[in-house]
């Protein structure tokens, strides 16, 4: 089973915090569109003949396409791929974008998932964030959603300057109090080169706070452990059986296309990387080739990967996968980890306590093996 992911590399308005690969200008949308339907005819290979399971349209912002334009898209990856028939088919939409006639299109055409970006039900963040949505509109669009989909996630951020732990409570709460079965959250990154961080230099933001975003992150766990969700990847919770089928395939290292300016493949053995410019992207497509980056991985390299996203899922790091030598070296290097009470054992698996996963990367690094270890 394979997967693929779609970039859809515009938005409406630029997130201060964003630093994912998107245009404001929606210009060459058309052509982009054009060319999207060609890579996938160009990549049809790309996944060795395995049966397709999930697909992805991320971004950027997949709900500004038409639904002629994501069809387009659909369309062709049935052509070119073994399509399962159970397919998980997930659309990353803004609330901004969600009307009684854009839900019933995208369901028309196969989109069974969806994953909203609400970031905050409350105006002051989301004005601080510089999302194009109101406070309003989150709360009516995952309304008028649920009455479409079943299967809905949605994003939250926080520790965020102006989220108070109280206003965080709310909005996990609201998440609750509209059934939503599936969420994401992420603690805010001031990224490079991202307006947010250039008024956190220029003393125009304030600077998010380690402390505080920890402390948010240990209540959300506690919320949402008590409300019934599995914790089953780091920044993901899920009320039982609906876990996200074409994530959780990344983190058990399957093969995926990714298809689009700036999206990443892996076929197992390599990783490549398209490059992240839209015009360049259509003009190399339009004459038949590809403009990528790419790197074999080494043994060492696809461990490292393995400690990595292992790790931060609940099932934890499979101690049967690794040769005798690794497991010796692993376990002395874990050892202060499971003294301070941020690893445990638990049936051959390493896994992170509630504790430890405020470390996860950073554990995860510790542990990784060098080319001559
Ligand atoms: C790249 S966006 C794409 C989806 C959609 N355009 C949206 O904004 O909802 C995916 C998610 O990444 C998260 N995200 C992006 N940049 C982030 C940052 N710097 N810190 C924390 N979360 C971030 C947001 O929660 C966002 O919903
Ligand atoms: S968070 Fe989403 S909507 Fe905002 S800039 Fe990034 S991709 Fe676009």
Not at 20 to 29: E, G, I, K
Not at 77 to 101: L, M
Not at 144 to 156: E, G, K, P, R
Not at 235 to 254: D, E, I, L, M, V
Request: glycine share 4%; with cysteine.
């Amino acid at each position: 089973m394979a997967g693929i992911y779609i970039h859809i590399p515009f938005c409406k308005q630029a997130c201060h915090y964003c630093n994912f690969h998107f245009s404001t200008s929606l210009r060459y949308r058309t052509e982009l569109m054009a060319a999207l339907v060609k890579e996938i005819e160009l990549q049809k290979n790309y996944c060795d003949g395995e049966i397709i399971d999930t697909i992805y349209f991320g971004g950027g912002t997949p709900s500004l396409c038409t639904t002629e334009e994501l069809q387009s898209i659909l369309e062709a990856i049935q052509n070119n791929f073994n399509v399962a028939s159970n397919t998980e088919i997930t659309c990353e939409v803004n609330p901004d974008d969600i009307t009684e006639t854009t839900l019933i299109s995208w369901k028309t055409i196969g989109i069974n998932r969806l994953s909203i970006g609400i970031q905050s039900f409350f105006d002051d963040d989301l004005q601080w964030m510089n999302r194009a949505h109101s406070s309003q509109q989150a709360t009516e669009s995952l309304n008028l959603a649920t009455n479409y989909f079943d299967n809905i996630s949605a994003d939250l951020i926080y520790g965020t300057p102006l989220l108070t732990n109280e206003k965080w409570e709310e909005n996990v709460n609201r998440m609750m109090e509209l059934n939503i079965p599936h969420l994401s959250c992420y603690a805010l990154t001031v990224e490079p080169k991202t307006p947010l961080q250039k008024m956190i230099l220029e003393n125009k933001k304030e600077n998010v706070d380690p402390e505080k975003q920890a402390t948010q992150f240990l209540l959300l766990m506690k919320w949402l452990e008590k409300a019934g969700f599995e914790h089953y990847e780091i920044s993901n919770f899920a009320k039982p059986g609906y876990r996200s089928r074409h994530n959780t395939s990344y983190w058990q290292q399957k093969k995926y296309l990714g298809v689009g300016p700036a999206a990443h493949s892996f076929n197992g053995k390599e990783r490549q990387w398209n490059i992240s410019n839209n015009t360049i992207y259509i003009d190399s497509i339009n004459n038949g080739q590809l403009s990528f980056q790419k790197e074999v991985l080494t043994e060492v390299q696809k461990l490292n990967e393995y400690i990595m996203t292992s790790l931060r899922t609940i099932e934890g790091l499979n101690f049967e996968k690794l040769d005798t030598k690794n497991k010796m070296e692993l376990l002395k290097r874990s050892k202060k980890y499971i003294e301070t009470g941020k690893l445990i054992m638990q049936n051959n698996h390493f896994v992170l306590t509630a504790n430890g996963k405020l470390f996860a990367d950073g554990i995860a690094a510790d542990l990784f093996f060098t080319e001559k270890s």
